[in-house]
């Protein structure tokens, strides 16, 4: 009875572990396609805006002049989610690029570069280089020669979900190789096992076991399946409203560059006094909105940090001169930024900086009073900014967008902040100022360093901004 039951038993292991196995080859599949599906969506996104504006632009390249050049990867930029514009020639060298040019090294095969040049929009990546790119290419015609546009847009979303799906076929391989191990095991002939109970126990024990393994394994699947489509979708509805809430904000910004230009035109000596007054009043309105635009599309849009040694001593230095000679309010005192260099985007960070200061001076008050102090190591940066206002209320969340303390206030200088700071790896803290005040702590990593583990904005007691020698004896010598 045994010697029947046996063949039984292995058949059904063996039933199992196929189903086991079609289980994974699905989930393989359907890995795969979900990646081809979102590369798809992206490339879409980058392609869409070039076949929109092509005729445009082969208007505004045709002349073949560097200005237009320049005009054309300008104009490119504003319709895309590129973050690089370049213009190459048919040997790949650079003709012009706008802001610079990416940080990838990548050229077609000459057979893809024909059809470029023909008229085709070809996309490639992403692609590895200093920083990940997606490469959208198209080709157009430009004083009397055929040159390529290539724009250049980061992925991040893309990229990570690349890096989760290679993770998910590992596992998926893996347990294939286990299944197909224990399948052979279960075909190699074997020795007749004498006709005990325990053996038939045995093998019921097992054949369990592998049930209740299967089991777990599609629900894993099922949950981490169900997690990434979630996923997906909100990254979908979050690019959707952004691409939308951008386009909205560029076609603002037209509409009040024209009604500012008609404003000025009314202004001109020859209308009367009512007519000038209220254009006047219109040209101001105008560009209060236009700064308020302004401000929203620096806030969304997506930055290249270019990591380069910059004079922060200097550059705060500026920063605190240029807002004490555009505006009234409390006086800037530095403390301790004296040959004070680090490795950042001096740009990025003369801005982040300026929205700070600036906020901190307007919390102050005309006879208030702001100190700037910086301090570094071998392996941060740290630059706080206190004020003696009337400190952060209990509860505000002041880092969240359009979250103002000011009356008319737009709420979005601590947030660009904390979003250029965030690029450069660093982190923001905010606390109290005692005994009156408020306290603004940005803390820089050295470029490369492990930031894995920081947090972006932190609330509570902020502490002091320790110096180095080097600032403690520039700090003596000044005095």
């Not at 979900?34 to 490339?43: G, K, S, Y």
């Not at 000038?276 to 620096?298: K, S």
């Not at 001593?313 to 403390?335: D, P, Y």
């Amino acid at each position: 009875m045994f010697e029947q039951r046996r063949p039984r038993l292995r058949a059904a292991v063996l039933v199992v572990l196929l189903a086991l196995g079609l289980v994974e080859v699905q989930s393989v599949v359907h890995t795969v396609r979900a990646q081809t599906r979102m590369r798809e969506r992206v490339i879409r996104t980058l392609e869409a805006p070039v076949t929109a504006s092509w005729p445009e632009i082969a208007r505004v390249l045709q002349p073949g002049t560097p200005n237009a050049w320049r005009r054309g990867l300008e104009m490119m930029l504003e319709r895309s989610s590129a973050t690089e514009a370049e213009l190459l020639d048919m040997e790949g060298r650079v003709l012009a690029s706008h802001p610079g040019s990416a940080p990838v090294s990548h050229w077609p095969q000459p057979a893809r570069l024909q059809s470029i040049v023909s008229g085709m929009i070809l996309t490639w990546g992403p692609v590895s280089g200093q920083q990940t790119r997606l490469l959208t290419y198209a080709g157009f015609p430009s004083g009397g020669r055929a040159v390529v546009l290539r724009l250049a847009a980061p992925v991040p979303e893309l990229v990570e979900d690349l890096k989760e799906r290679r993770e998910l076929l590992k596992g998926h391989g893996l347990v294939l190789v286990l299944l197909a191990i224990a399948a052979g095991l279960i075909l190699m002939p074997q020795s007749p096992p004498s006709p005990t109970s325990t053996g038939v126990e045995a093998y019921a024990e097992a054949l369990g076991r592998m049930r209740d393994l299967g089991q777990a394994l599609s629900q894993a699947h099922r949950v981490e399946r169900d997690r990434l489509t979630g996923a997906m979708r909100d990254l979908e509805a979050m690019a959707r409203a952004g691409e939308l809430t951008a386009g909205i904000a560029h076609e603002v910004r037209n509409g009040l560059g024209t009604i500012l230009g008609y404003a000025r035109l009314l202004e001109q000596p020859g209308h009367g006094p009512d007519v000038i007054e209220a254009a006047r009043g219109i040209r101001e309105e105008c560009e209060t909105q236009e700064a308020v635009v302004r401000a929203f599309m620096d806030f969304v849009r997506r930055e290249t940090v270019q990591v380069a040694p910059s004079d922060v001593g200097r550059l705060l230095a500026r920063v605190a001169a240029r807002e004490q000679s555009r505006r009234s309010g409390a006086a800037v005192e530095l403390r301790g930024g004296a040959d004070l260099r680090w490795s950042g985007d001096e740009e990025l960070l003369e801005r982040a900086f300026e929205n700070i200061v600036r906020n901190a001076r307007e919390a102050a008050g005309e006879r208030g009073r702001l100190v700037v102090e910086g301090g570094a190591d071998s392996e941060r940066l740290r630059v706080a900014v206190s004020d003696d206002g009337p400190g952060f209320p209990v509860g505000a969340d002041v880092a969240r967008p359009f979250v103002s303390l000011r009356p008319g206030g737009l709420g979005l200088g601590l947030p660009i902040a904390i979003k250029i700071v965030t690029l450069h790896g660093g982190s923001v803290r905010l606390g109290a100022n005692p005994p009156r005040g408020a306290r603004v702590e940005v803390d820089l990593p050295a470029p490369g360093a492990d930031t894995s583990d920081a947090t972006n904005v932190t609330n509570g007691d902020a502490g002091p901004v320790p110096a180095t020698r080097a600032e403690s004896r520039s700090k003596s010598a000044s005095n």
